[in-house]
C-alpha cells in the first residue's frame, strides 16, 4: 500500500513537471506581437515582449545597457522582426540557445547576422577543466564557473572538473569561490577547450563578500533540500571542549540534527537512529566516528577538505542509510611546496605534514594525532584507569596525465581503556580507498574506487593473555561513477557498485585454548551487494530545475552460516545450515528520488522532493548510554528484513547577496518501516538466538528547520531553529501503543557566531537549547526481601530535564597574517556558565532529606526514594597550541 501510494505521488509530480515543461515549450520568435514604446528603458521593453511574444530572455547586465531608453512601434510583427529592429542599432545581437533567447554584442558591423537563423546552426563545443587553488594545488569542491553573457554556469565536482557545452562564440568565464578571489577569462569557443584556471585565497580580513545575481543563481540551482555544506575552517573557529576542533560535534549546530548527550559523538538526524547515518571518509564507511568512549570524535577538522551533510535529498549517488550521508573529503596535499602543522592541547596534540613528490605532478598528506589524557586520567584524577587513543590520516594525490589522476587514502585509528585489574576495552576503526578520476572527453568524467574498511571491538577479560569478547563489521568494494555532462541544463549520472560484506555479532575468542563445546556461539554473516543507479538533472528557462533517479540495490546473504527459524511468537523451531558460498536469501529494492526547484528571482527559490532510501545494516543495541562503543552489527537476512523510509519536503532559500545573508526554512515527514526494537531485559552478549530478542514496526517523524547564516564581513555565523517530533509502533513492545523516541526532543536552538578584532584577535561562541530528551522511568516500585524493584508501565513516559550550554573561544594570532611561519594561541570554555545537563536519571537513592540521599539500606520502615540526575561536564577551560609553516 505504501509502496503504491508514493509511486502514484512520484507519476503525478512527474506529469505535472512534464506538463510545465510542454507549456514553456510551446515559446517561439515566429509568434506576432504589436507594440509601441516611447522613451522606455530597454529592461521594461524585454519584459513586455517576454509576455507577448511567450519567450524567455538571459543576458548580462555588465553586457546589455538595459538601462538605455527606447522609442519604437510594431504591428503585428514576428517577434525576431522586433527584437533585430530594436537590438540592431544598439549593436546588440541574439541567439536561441535552449529555447533562451540569449542577447550579447553583435558579432560584425551589420547586427542581423546575429538572428536567431543564423546562430541556430552554430556548433556546439564544450568548456571543460579543473578548478584548484594557486598555492598548494588542491581541487576545489563546488567552485561556480559562470559564462557571464547567458547567466549559465556549472559546479565543480567532488574532484574540481566541471564542463559546460554551449554555441560557439566569444565568452567572458568567472570561476569564484568562497575565500578566494574570483578570476574572469575571455574565451573564443571555436573547438572543445580546457581550461583550467587556479584560484588565489583571498587574505584580507575585512573583504566584502560581493556575489551578484547570476552567481547566486548558479548557487540556488544547486542547492539540494536538507544539504548543508560545512567548510572545515568555519568548524576550526569553533569552541570546543578541550579546544578540539571536532567535526561530528559540530554537526549540532545544524537544524535537525540532535548530538545523543554530553560526551558523545552519536547523532540523530530528523527523528532517524543512530545508525542510520552514512559517514564516509573518502569513499570509504566509518562505522564508529568516537574517541574516549565519544568524548571526542575520529574526524579532525584539520585534515578535512569538504563536509557535505544530507538531511533529506539524499543525491541518487549514495545510499545505504536512512537518516543522512556525511560525507568528507579530506586533503589532498600541496603540489607546490612542503608545509608543515600541528596543535598541541589539553586532550591530544596533532602534527601534519604536507608537499609534492614531484612539483605540480603529485603530493602527499600524512597527519597524526595522540591522546594526552594520561597526565589528566593519572596525575589529576588519580583514575586507575590507562585510557589513550590516536589516529593517522595519509592521503597520495597522482597526476598521471591531464585525463587521469589517482589518489589513495589510509586511515587507521585505535582507542585503550584499561583498569588495573588486567581486563578492559579496546575498539577501532580502518578505512583504506583507492580512487581512479579518467576524463573520457569533453562531456565525460568518471571516477572508479576500490575501498576497503572495518570496525572492531574488543571487551577483555585478560588482557594479558589476549581473551576478549569481539564483534566486528567489515566490507570490501568496487565502485564506478560516471558524469556525463550533456549541455549546461541536463547532467547525468549513473554508477555500478559491488560490495562484500562480513558481520561478527560478538563471540568469545580465547587467545590459547579451546572453548567447550557447549559454550554459547553467534553465526557470523556474510552478503554480497549489487547497486545500480541512474540520475538526470535538468534547468529550464532559469526557472524550474528537476533532479530524478532510480537506485537499485541487491541484497545477497550467502554461507557459511547458521540460521535459526523462528515461529510467529520468537519461539526458535529449527536450525539450518548454510554451506560456504550458497546463496540463501536475498532482497531486491528500488528507490525513487525527485526533486523540484521553482526560482522566483535569482536569489529566491522554492523547492519539493521525495526521497525513498533503504538500509540493509543494522546496529543491534539496546543500550542509551552515551558512554559505549558496545556494538554489534547485524545484516538483514530471513529474520531481520530491510529498513526503509520514504521522506517528503519542502523548502524556501533566500539570499541577500549584498549583506552576505542566507536564510533557509524547510519542512519534511518521514515515514519509516521495519524499524527495529526489542523486547524487555534482552541480552546482546553471547546470545545466538539475538534475532528472537528483536521486534519490528513501524515509525514516522516530522518536523520544520529554519537557519540563518552571515558569510561576510568582521561577524560571521549560523543561527538554526528546529521543531522535530519523532515516534515508534512497535510489534510487541509498550502493548503495542505508539511511544516517542529517544530523538524526540520538540524544540532546539543553534548558535554559532565568530567575530574577528583587527588582523589578531578571534572571538567564538556557540549556544545550544535542546528539549529533554524521550525517556522510561519507572512509575512505581515495591519492595521483595531488601530489594527495591522498578515497575514501567509504558515507553518514553518522561524526559531529561531540557539541555542548554554555552561554550566560548578566543584566539589570538601571534604571528602577522601574511607571515610565513602562522601560529595561534587559543583559549577553549566549554559550558562557561557551569550547566549541569542530565545525561541519565538514578532511581536507586534513598533519602533522609531532599538534600541528603544515601545509598539504600536495609532497615524499617521503608525509605522513599527520589530521582537524581548524572551530568558529565562543567565549567571547563583549556588552552591550545596551533603552528603551521
Not at 540563518?708 to 561577524?715: D, I, N, Q
Amino acid at each position: 500500500m505504501r509502496k503504491t501510494r508514493f509511486f502514484i505521488f512520484f507519476s503525478v509530480i512527474l506529469f505535472s513537471t512534464a506538463c510545465t515543461i510542454e507549456t514553456f515549450g510551446q515559446a517561439s520568435l515566429e509568434r506576432k506581437i504589436t507594440v509601441s514604446f516611447h522613451n522606455i528603458k530597454l529592461r521594461k521593453v524585454l519584459k513586455i515582449i517576454e509576455r507577448r511574444g511567450n519567450v524567455k530572455f538571459s543576458y548580462s547586465k555588465s553586457v546589455i545597457p538595459i538601462d538605455k531608453p527606447i522609442t519604437y512601434s510594431a504591428n503585428d510583427q514576428p517577434v525576431s522582426v522586433v527584437l533585430t529592429d530594436i537590438l540592431g542599432p544598439l549593436g546588440l545581437g541574439f541567439s536561441l540557445v535552449d529555447k533562451y533567447v540569449v542577447l550579447h554584442k553583435a558579432q560584425g558591423a551589420d547586427a542581423k547576422a546575429s538572428q536567431p537563423e543564423v546562430h541556430e546552426k552554430k556548433a556546439y563545443y564544450t568548456l571543460s577543466g579543473i578548478i584548484t587553488d594557486t598555492d598548494n594545488g588542491e581541487t576545489l569542491i563546488g567552485a561556480t564557473v559562470l559564462i557571464d553573457e547567458l547567466r549559465q554556469g556549472a559546479v565543480t565536482n567532488a574532484y574540481g572538473f566541471y564542463s559546460i557545452t554551449l554555441p560557439a562564440g566569444e565568452y567572458t568565464v568567472s570561476v569564484s569561490y568562497v575565500g578566494y578571489r574570483t578570476v574572469k577569462n575571455h574565451v573564443n569557443l571555436n573547438r572543445n577547450t580546457k581550461l583550467e584556471l587556479k584560484l588565489e585565497p583571498d587574505t584580507e580580513i575585512l573583504r566584502e563578500l560581493v556575489i551578484d545575481a547570476d552567481k547566486s543563481l548558479v548557487e540556488l540551482e544547486n542547492i539540494n533540500t536538507g544539504n548543508t555544506p560545512i567548510r572545515p575552517m568555519e568548524v576550526s573557529r569553533m569552541p570546543g571542549l578541550m579546544g578540539e576542533k571536532d567535526v561530528i560535534k559540530s554537526l549540532g549546530m545544524m537544524p535537525g540534527i540532535q548530538l545523543f548527550a554530553d560526551g558523545s559523538t552519536q547523532f540523530f538526524v530528523r527523528g532517524g537512529y543512530r545508525d542510520q547515518n552514512l559517514i564516509l571518509l573518502d569513499e570509504a564507511p566509518i562505522y564508529n566516528p568516537s574517541h574516549i568512549l565519544g568524548l571526542l570524535s575520529t574526524i579532525e577538522a584539520d585534515a578535512a577538505k569538504d563536509i557535505s551533510i544530507y538531511k533529506g535529498d539524499m543525491p541518487v549517488q549514495h545510499g545505504g542509510r536512512l537518516s543522512s550521508l556525511i560525507n568528507i573529503s579530506t586533503n589532498d596535499g600541496n603540489m607546490k611546496k612542503w608545509s608543515f602543522g600541528g596543535t598541541v592541547g589539553m586532550a591530544s596534540s596533532r602534527l601534519s605534514v604536507e608537499g609534492p613528490l614531484k612539483k605540480d605532478k603529485s603530493s602527499f598528506f600524512v597527519s597524526g594525532r595522540l591522546s594526552n589524557l594520561g597526565w589528566l586520567t593519572n596525575d589529576v584524577l588519580k583514575l586507575r584507569s590507562k585510557i589513550w587513543f590516536y589516529d593517522i590520516y595519509s592521503k597520495f594525490n597522482v597526476r598521471l596525465n591531464r585525463n587521469n589522476r589517482l589518489f589513495l587514502t589510509l586511515y587507521g585509528g585505535r582507542d585503550s581503556f584499561m583498569d588495573n585489574s588486567n581486563s578492559g576495552i579496546k575498539w577501532g576503526n580502518i578505512a583504506a580507498s583507492m580512487r581512479w578520476n579518467h576524463i573520457f572527453n569533453d562531456r565525460l568524467f568518471s571516477n572508479t574506487t576500490v575501498y576497503t574498511s572495518g570496525y572492531n571491538y574488543y571487551l577483555l577479560t585478560n588482557a594479558e593473555r589476549g581473551d576478549a569478547w569481539h564483534s566486528s563489521i567489515s566490507n570490501h568494494s568496487l565502485k564506478s561513477d560516471f558524469s556525463y555532462f550533456i549541455n549546461p541544463s541536463n547532467s547525468l549520472y549513473f554508477g555500478v557498485g559491488f560490495r562484500v560484506h562480513h558481520f561478527n555479532p560478538g563471540n568469545y575468542e580465547p587467545a590459547d585454548r579451546q572453548l567447550p563445546p557447549d559454550f554459547p556461539f553467534v553465526p557470523q554473516r556474510n552478503t554480497n551487494e549489487i547497486v545500480l543507479y541512474a540520475g538526470n538533472e535538468q534547468h529550464f528557462f532559469n526557472k524550474l530545475s528537476i533532479k530524478y533517479g532510480l537506485r537499485m540495490t541487491a541484497w545477497l546473504n550467502v554461507g557459511a552460516t547458521t540460521e535459526i527459524v523462528y515461529d510467529e511468537n520468537y519461539n526458535p523451531v529449527a536450525v539450518r545450515e548454510i554451506g560456504k558460498g550458497e546463496l540463501y536469501n536475498s532482497y531486491v529494492n528500488i528507490a525513487p528520488r525527485l526533486g523540484l526547484t521553482w526560482h522566483f528571482t535569482p536569489d529566491f527559490s522554492a523547492k519539493l522532493f521525495y526521497n525513498r532510501t533503504v538500509q540493509n545494516i543494522h546496529l543491534i543495541t539496546n543500550s542509551i548510554s552515551p558512554f559505549t562503543n558496545f556494538e554489534v552489527w547485524m545484516p538483514s537476512a530471513p529474520n531481520i528484513r530491510p529498513q526503509e523510509a520514504d521522506q517528503v519536503g519542502a523548502g524556501l532559500f533566500i539570499r541577500w547577496p549584498s549583506a552576505g545573508l542566507k536564510l533557509s526554512g524547510e519542512a519534511f515527514y518521514k515515514w519509516l518501516y521495519n524499524q527495529i526494537d526489542y523486547k524487555d531485559h534482552a541480552a546482546m552478549i553471547l546470545n545466538p538466538l539475538i534475532e528472537g530478542t528483536l521486534r519490528f514496526g513501524d515509525g514516522r517523524a516530522y518536523g520544520g528547520e529554519v537557519m540563518l547564516e552571515k558569510e561576510a564581513g568582521r561577524l560571521t555565523g549560523r543561527l538554526g531553529y528546529a521543531y522535530l517530533r519523532s515516534f515508534r509502533k512497535i510489534n510487541g513492545v509498550n502493548n503495542f501503543a505508539q511511544y516517542p523516541t529517544f530523538a524526540d526532543r520538540p524544540h532546539a536552538v543553534s548558535l554559532f557566531m565568530n567575530y574577528r578584532l583587527g588582523r589578531r584577535w578571534d572571538f567564538g561562541l556557540n549556544w545550544f537549547y535542546s528539549t529533554g530528551a524521550s525517556i522510561t522511568t519507572p512509575t512505581g516500585f515495591f519492595f521483595y526481601e531488601s530489594h527495591t524493584v522498578p515497575i514501567y508501565s509504558e515507553r518514553g513516559n518522561d524526559r531529561l530535564p531540557d539541555y542548554h550550554r554555552l561554550d566560548l573561544s578566543v584566539g589570538f594570532h601571534l604571528s602577522r597574517r601574511e607571515a610565513r611561519y602562522q601560529h595561534l594561541l587559543s583559549l577553549n570554555i566549554y559550558n562557561a556558565y557551569n550547566r549541569q545537563n542530565a545525561v541519565y536519571v538514578n532511581f536507586n537513592k534513598t533519602a533522609k532529606s531532599r538534600k541528603d540521599t544515601i545509598v539504600p539500606g536495609d532497615y524499617y520502615p521503608l525509605p522513599g526514594i527520589y530521582p537524581t540526575i548524572s551530568y558529565l561536564y562543567g565549567f571547563i577551560p583549556s588552552i591550545s597550541y596551533t603552528f603551521k609553516l
